[in-house]
């Protein structure tokens, strides 16, 4: 029997993602069209 585990992304670990890199969190929130724009600018 296989189980199938979710892992639900933290807040927390976007916030410290785009601390240090804007737009990181956001690509880690799986928000491509927000965190890439973010990115290049």
Do not use: H
């Not at 670990?13 to 880690?28: H, R, T």
């Amino acid at each position: 029997m296989t189980e199938q585990i979710k892992f639900r992304k933290s807040d927390t670990v976007a916030l410290l993602f785009s601390i240090f890199l804007p737009g990181m969190g956001q690509l880690y929130m799986d928000r491509m069209k927000v965190g890439v724009p973010i990115m290049i600018v």
